[in-house]
């Protein structure tokens, strides 16, 4: 019977099963790092891992949440300030979301490897809806803060949502794009996005 633990002990054992399951995620991936895995790189039994995991598919997700919030931190809040907007700075902000998917070896094991659907069959349907209603919730409060300042008011906020999903969409397709072209190709794209939501600005 696993034994029980802390709450001290349990937060720190969530925070070294974090640390290793992100270093054995990024080099062998989701679909060969096993629970066995795991444990050994954490140092408990592997009855104690579904203490607090109840698979390594929700630990994954757990970390991919803890990166997404880095990215989300890591913004320059001026990108995002509507008094502060410009072509340079959209484009800056668009092209500093691809840079930290292409730098960091979470992501590209995940896409790599398709993880995303595995997730999806094996995680709790209400897993998924919760952290696609979390990134909503970022979008939607980034789009206000636009409008709030007269830019694409006629977008509704999930339609944002949803255009910030077809960029990560898009990262996954790199090799399909072509990854010689596939800066050149963003950089298009991205210039024609900050030219239209410039364009949408009414003054008070």
């Not at 062998?28 to 579904?50: E, M, N, Q």
Request: net charge negative; glycine share 6%; proline share 3%.
């Amino acid at each position: 019977m696993p034994r029980s633990f802390s709450p001290e002990e349990s937060g720190r054992i969530r925070a070294i099963l974090m640390r290793e399951g992100k270093q054995l995620f990024s080099s062998s991936g989701l679909k060969k790092t096993t629970v066995d895995d795991l444990v050994k790189a954490a140092g408990i039994a592997k009855g104690s891992f579904y203490k607090f995991y109840p698979s390594k598919e929700m630990l994954y997700m757990e970390i991919i949440e803890s990166e997404e919030r880095t990215l989300r931190e890591g913004l320059s809040l001026d990108l995002l300030d509507g008094g502060n907007l410009n072509k340079e700075t959209i484009r800056t902000f668009f092209l500093s979301f691809i840079d930290f998917l292409e730098t960091e070896p979470l992501f590209l094991k995940m896409f790599s490897e398709n993880a995303l659907e595995q997730l999806l069959i094996k995680l709790p349907e209400e897993k998924v809806q919760e952290h696609m209603n979390r990134d909503e919730e970022w979008s939607d409060s980034l789009i206000r803060s636009w409008q709030a300042s007269g830019y694409l008011a006629e977008m509704e906020p999930d339609v944002f949502a949803a255009l910030m999903r077809s960029i990560f969409i898009l990262f996954t397709q790199k090799k399909v794009i072509g990854e010689e072209q596939f800066q050149g190709a963003l950089g298009f794209i991205f210039d024609a996005m900050a030219h239209q939501i410039i364009a949408t600005r009414r003054l008070p």
